[in-house]
């Protein structure tokens, strides 16, 4: 039934283990690669809310028959020679966030390596429970989860804490866990979102108008007490106030419709239609709830969005990348993830400490 435990020594120094889940990409561009993926993410009952014994026939016999090779499509419009973007900025912010929180805990007089960094996507790869076992491999005895979406959504960050559960189901030794989630509303957050904004005004001119879009849930996801909605407007507010626009510059909308129920509204796709026929000197889209550029950034809003927007009539449109490097971003996950590590970290023991340490190691490896 459990897994086989990690090879155990007494006189190990255990250390806290950090890891960054995102939603997840196909391996590859292709229809048969987006159907794996599909089926993986269309199958959780956190993202689609209906019976599985009438959803399942549905989505096998007709959803993964019909839309794999359509969203193969947009996936290649976006898709680079070393992969998925979505992937390759996850990796990136992973390996930057070690480094950073190495150079935070040395100064805390910690060895760099007492807070480990893995990463892992909620569908596809690399799955979560590997993730957990690299870890768990390098003696983190205490796991902080760290969802990367600001905003919090059963069908995004609660999905995630059902797949670190269904994982450790299967484990002897439970490691002690953590989880952040949300910082919808985090200073360091907001703080970084304003400067990828005003560094791109800074090269580009600030627009006539400012969309707001974050991925739209269906509309009953509120009604039933899911906080996403209150969390995405929350940080719409607080970013505008940060950037100092007034009401009339920016508008908050949700993307990402599917099926023909009701979503949260406005919808992204009539708000730029709506613009469009306005006939702004220029409109910029940004998406704060993204924190890397993915398959919804640089295909939906990027090249979807601008058609819409100047079918209707619109001229000058600009997609403002995401959070993604930003060194604000990095270190203000840093931030993040250090104010959840509170009383886990600790300095080395010393002198007596440190050999009492040694002596109790000794005991236990004699008597085991």
Request: glycine content about 6%.
């Given at each position: 039934m459990y897994r086989a435990e990690p090879a155990f020594a007494h006189d190990?120094?255990?250390r806290v283990g950090v890891l960054l889940v995102n939603l997840g990409t196909p391996d590859a561009p292709t229809p048969a690669a987006v159907r794996t993926y599909l089926a993986q993410f269309l199958s959780d009952a956190r993202v689609v809310e209906i019976p599985s014994f009438a959803w399942q026939p549905f989505l096998h016999g007709v959803v993964l028959r019909t839309r794999p090779s359509r969203s193969a499509a947009r996936y290649a419009a976006i898709w680079t020679k070393d992969g998925s973007p979505l992937a390759i900025h996850t990796n990136k912010q992973k390996v930057l966030l070690a480094g950073y929180l190495g150079q935070r805990l040395k100064a805390l007089g910690l060895p760099a390596?007492?807070?480990l960094v893995e990463h892992a996507m909620r569908y596809g790869n690399p799955p979560i429970g590997a993730a957990i076992e690299?870890?768990?491999e390098a003696a983190c005895d205490r796991i902080l989860v760290v969802p990367l979406y600001p905003q919090y959504a059963a069908s995004t960050t609660g999905s995630v804490v059902d797949a670190v559960a269904e994982h450790l189901m299967r484990v002897r030794r439970v490691p002690a866990?953590?989880?952040v989630d949300t910082f919808h509303d985090d200073p360091g957050y907001i703080a970084a979102l304003a400067a990828v904004v005003n560094d791109f005004w800074t090269r580009?001119?600030?627009?006539?108008?400012?969309v707001l879009s974050f991925h739209g849930l269906p509309r009953r996801s509120l009604a039933r007490g899911d906080p996403?909605?209150?969390?995405?407007?929350?940080?719409g507010r607080l970013l505008a106030r940060e950037l100092g626009l007034e009401a009339h510059q920016w508008t908050l909308a949700f993307q990402s419709r599917f099926g023909r129920g009701r979503w949260l509204e406005p919808y992204t796709a009539a708000t730029l239609a709506k613009l469009g026929g306005a006939r702004p000197r220029r409109v910029d889209v940004f998406a704060p709830g993204f924190v890397s550029d993915c398959l919804e950034t640089l295909e939906e809003l990027a090249i979807e969005g601008k058609r819409t927007y100047q079918a209707a009539g619109g001229g000058d449109y600009e997609v403002i990348p995401c959070l993604n490097e930003h060194a604000r971003w990095i270190a203000a996950l840093a931030d993040i993830v250090l104010a959840n590590l509170q009383g886990w970290l600790s300095p080395?023991?010393?002198?007596?400490?440190?050999?009492?340490t040694m002596l109790?190691?000794?005991?236990?490896?004699?008597?085991a």
């Open positions: 190990r120094i255990p390596d007492s807070a690299r870890l768990r866990l953590r989880i580009h001119g600030q627009p006539a108008h400012l996403y909605h209150c969390f995405c407007r929350m940080t080395p023991p010393s002198g007596q400490a440190r050999e009492a109790r190691a000794k005991v236990l490896g004699a008597s």
